[in-house]
């Protein structure tokens, strides 16, 4: 199963964590940090996350989370055949989590991954692609795009 993934950053944390658990039905985020949380839903099935890290607040990222290794050579595939740059990341830390991922920007500069977790992870994290230290650890270098 795939799921969508949608991160947002967010100027107050405790106010977004409020307004989307509401939103979600009353959902408690499965993932709560002090600059972070997430929430993997099933209705409707997304993996929504949002932090508080200092990148502009709004979009930061949008992706479709895999559950196997098959799925995400499919996903690579379909990044590959839109003919735009791919950045592939192996056993990366970001978000609290170990994941093998790639990542492309669309037409309109919005950023995109595709990603596999492996495991959880008990830092937030920093690729070690990243080329600007002060954006999230999940934004993909200048060499694929910019996405701010």
């Known amino acids: 199963m795939k799921r969508m993934h949608i991160h947002i950053a967010v100027e107050d944390l405790n106010d977004s964590i409020r307004f989307y658990s509401a939103m979600f039905g009353n959902i408690e985020p499965m993932v709560l940090k002090s600059d972070y949380c997430k929430w993997e839903l099933t209705d409707p099935a997304v993996n929504f996350a949002i932090s508080q890290r200092g990148a502009k607040p709004g979009v930061d990222h ?70 600007q230290p002060s954006a999230a650890c999940c934004t993909p270098t200048a060499s694929v795009g910019s996405c701010t």
Not at 87 to 108: E, F, G, H, L
């Open 62 to 131: 949008i992706g479709i989370q895999v559950e196997t290794d098959a799925e995400l050579v499919e996903m690579n595939a379909r990044f590959s055949a839109a003919e735009l740059p791919v950045q592939t990341q192996t056993d990366t830390t970001c978000c609290y989590a170990r994941s093998n991922k790639s990542w492309t920007i669309d037409p309109q500069g919005v950023a995109w991954e595709t990603f596999r977790t492996l495991d959880a992870a008990p830092v937030y994290g920093q690729s070690h692609e990243q080329s």
